[in-house]
């Protein structure tokens, strides 16, 4: 039940990345792109395929960043409301901090304050799931 959506969750980047290649291919855009030897970069690009240069494509952006989340919280929250165990809590703190710091990696101008909050949630969040993860679903001996 919850594996394909666990399966998700790893998966924002590669979804991202089909995204991409998606729009560069659908917008002909890829087969425009040079190498500058002048320049020492790439030219020919537009900006149609970032999070900056069209809303749509931050918006299926946004949405496949965060939607595998969204799905599993959505999975905990049932399976905290028909067990009422605190485990599933738990879990969806995790879910919950981890489509924080999707949420405040998805604005393209940040400010300082924008970037401390990532930061901290980032940090906290990784901290949280790591310990979860050895936890709840590896059982390791040493946090048990």
């Given amino acids: 039940?919850?594996?394909?959506?666990d399966v998700l969750t790893s998966m924002p980047k590669?979804?991202?990345d089909f995204l991409r290649m998606s729009c560069l291919y659908s917008s002909g855009e890829a087969f425009r792109i040079a190498y500058d030897p002048e320049l020492g970069a790439i030219s020919g690009t537009e900006d149609a395929c970032t999070?900056?240069?069209?809303t749509d494509y931050f918006t299926a952006s946004a949405v496949l960043s965060l939607l595998p989340?969204?799905?599993r919280l959505m999975q905990c929250?049932?399976?905290?409301?028909?067990?009422?165990?605190?485990?599933?809590?738990?879990?969806?703190?995790?879910?919950?901090?981890?489509?924080?710091?999707?949420g405040l990696s998805l604005p393209s101008q940040q400010t300082a304050?924008?970037?401390?909050a990532w930061w901290a949630i980032s940090v906290f969040s990784t901290l949280f799931a790591g310990g979860w993860d050895l936890y709840?679903?590896?059982g390791h001996p040493l946090v048990h």
Wanted: positive net charge.
């Fill in 1 to 5: 039940d919850t594996v394909l959506a």
């Fill in 14 to 16: 590669l979804l991202l």
């Fill in 51 to 54: 999070p900056g240069g069209s």
């Fill in 69 to 71: 989340f969204e799905i």
């Fill in 77 to 102: 929250v049932r399976q905290l409301v028909a067990t009422g165990q605190r485990r599933h809590a738990l879990n969806c703190v995790k879910y919950c901090c981890s489509m924080t710091v999707v």
């Fill in 113 to 116: 304050g924008l970037h401390a």
């Fill in 136 to 138: 709840a679903d590896w």
